[in-house]
């Protein structure tokens, strides 16, 4: 882990990155919509508010969890202070 030398950041580790960042903003907010209007029941309005709020509270998650994963990443430290 000491070792001093940067590890090569490959599009694969992109894709991955990408994908689960995908993943976790998205299926919250699809999952909370379609058990709010098919299993609740609720009004449409409700359905969508209930969502947006939901992708609001998943989108600041992944913010979190996307600087976390540029430093496993080995990302640019001079990207973190601007």
Do not use: C, W
Not at 12 to 19: D, E, K, W
Not at 56 to 69: N, Q, T
Not at 70 to 76: I, L, N, P, R, S
């Amino acid at each position: 882990m000491g070792s001093g030398v940067p590890r090569k950041v490959t599009t694969m580790r992109v894709f991955a990155a990408g994908t689960l960042l995908a993943l976790v903003i998205a299926v919250p907010a699809i999952s909370v919509t379609l058990v709010t209007h098919y299993v609740l029941k609720m009004n449409l309005i409700l359905t969508m508010v209930g969502g947006i709020i939901t992708l609001f509270v998943a989108m600041a998650f992944g913010y979190k969890l996307s600087k976390k994963l540029a430093k496993v990443q080995g990302g640019d430290s001079d990207l973190e202070k601007k």
